[in-house]
């Protein structure tokens, strides 16, 4: 094989195989996380105001888009309440959620933000993966169940956010939308 077919056949390998690699990753980051059977049908009412509460696993690095999915519906609804809750193990010692996600979370003007401790919270609304939101209407009924978020770790609008400015504005929309990112209760995930 001479010089010139060896370059081009090393060439296409590396295309081939750095085109794989991104479609990997295109697949990872499109593949929708789990989510739980919900125990409550309902939040604490909050008289007038509708409340998104974001669940987030303190060390997985697509928050910062559920954070900046909340921001954008927060900027378009300025009468909602948004809560971010960091949902940590069992065990995990005080403090062990706090990180740069936490920090970005606590950025978010108005949105109070805190510890899920042991997950009690998360799995009362069947939260499975980060970034699960749950919307409840002003009596406390909840109306969505699903992630902000168009894929992992990105942003822009995509079905969530449709669905709870769908709800803000007219009192409807979709009930369920997927949720992208790192399990909030499996260590390997």
Do not use: K, Y
């Amino acid at each position: 094989m001479g010089r010139e077919a060896t370059i081009w056949a090393g060439t296409v390998v590396w295309l081939a195989l750095a085109l794989g690699g991104f479609w990997l990753w295109e697949r990872h980051d499109a593949t929708p996380g789990a989510t739980g059977t919900p125990a409550a049908a309902a939040d604490e009412p909050l008289g007038d105001r509708w409340r998104l509460t974001v669940f987030v696993h303190p060390r997985c690095p697509c928050g910062r888009a559920s954070f900046e999915e909340a921001a954008e519906l927060m900027r378009a609804a300025p009468e909602l309440s948004v809560r971010v809750l960091f949902v940590c193990p069992p065990g995990a010692p005080d403090g062990w959620e706090r990180g740069a996600g936490w920090d970005a979370a606590t950025r978010l003007a108005g949105a109070e933000v805190a510890r899920d401790a042991d997950g009690a919270q998360a799995r009362r609304f069947g939260a499975e993966t980060s970034g699960f939101a749950v919307l409840a209407d002003p009596n406390g009924r909840v109306v969505f169940r699903g992630g902000l978020t168009p894929a992992r770790g990105r942003t822009g609008e995509g079905r969530g956010r449709r669905a709870v400015l769908a709800w803000l504005s007219s009192g409807s929309g979709e009930g369920t939308a997927p949720v992208f990112g790192c399990s909030l209760f499996d260590p390997d995930e």
